[in-house]
């Protein structure tokens, strides 16, 4: 049995890849259960695939983008059943500093989905949508005006704006319309989450809606998500090369690898009990030619950790990352799979047997 278990434990994933739309749609996707059919559905933009052939439905006008020139209005995605009527809505960021809206789900309906705005300004190039409070709610932390980092939640009525609790004081670390780099994550072990930037982090006050405190830290260079591990920190760059893998408590930066470039998301997750650092190319996040390496291959890779070692594993070279994306059972067979969209197009990998 043993033998049998070390076996097993040493078998790589692998992925199977679908093409589910080959357009420019989105930079973000999100999956849910959209017609509750008991199936996960995919979202992306202003188009959602319903499982499990994937047919597209247009939630808003669909309108076709030209790659090398322009930018989705659509940058990150999430799913969550924003007025509790049991129908999962979207909720969508555009680009950096642009509105912050959520779509209600029209239940079955054909028509589109009704936008409601949750904010008039998204900053900050990685906005996330977690359990920031660990009381089991998601929070959208992002930067807003070019003046505060914050977190925000709906109202008691969620067609009104949401409210805002600031997280930095005027103009601090990750407050910028086009910061690089946002996490979240328990770095120093005390069961509350932090809030990581580039320059430094902040921590909870007792009252985590009024201002936070700030702790300076050389967190490295512009970056994507920033992912806490047993209190290290793992970060990519978003538009130059390098993935780096900063030491608990001291922060030191040390190199993974320095092979591609533009990478411009990253997820975290476990597969077989053993952590993946997730990421990939960001086709033209800025017009051909502008970031270093702009025409190489858009790989999708895996840093899978090995004691203090990460050993990268090249999943896919023709899809890449976007902004942001998911890796999620889509198929509820206890495996995880990895969705992404972006300039060149839509994309499910399931995770083989």
Known sequence: MLATLLFLASVAPSFTKTVIDPRFVSEGVAVADVDRDGKLDIVAGSVWYRAPDWKPVEIAPFKPLEPKTQYADSFHNWMED??????????????PGE???????????????????????????????????????????????????AWFEPDKDPTKLWKINRISGLKGAGSQRYSHGLGVGDLNGDGKNEVLTTRGYYTQADDPKQPWRFIAADLGPDCAHMVVLEGGILTTSAHARGVWAFGAGDFKRNVIDETLSQTHAAVLAS????????????????PPGVDVGSEEASWLVRYEQRGSNWVRHVIDEDSGVGTQFVVQDVDSDGKMD????????????????
């Open 82 to 95: 924003v007025d509790g009527d049991g129908w999962m809505d979207q909720i969508v960021i555009g680009m």
């Open 99 to 149: 509105k912050a809206i959520w779509r209600k789900n029209p239940g079955g309906a054909s028509h589109a989905w009704k936008e409601h705005l949750i904010w008039h300004s998204a900053g900050n190039e990685s906005p996330l949508y977690v359990d920031l409070l660990k009381n089991g709610r998601r929070v959208l932390v992002m930067g807003t005006d070019d003046e505060y980092l």
């Open 271 to 286: 597969f077989a009990g053993v952590p993946n650092l997730i990421t990939g190319k960001r086709k033209w996040a800025h």
């Open 338 to 353: 990895i969705v992404t969209s972006n300039k060149n197009g839509v994309f499910l990998f399931r995770q083989k047997s």
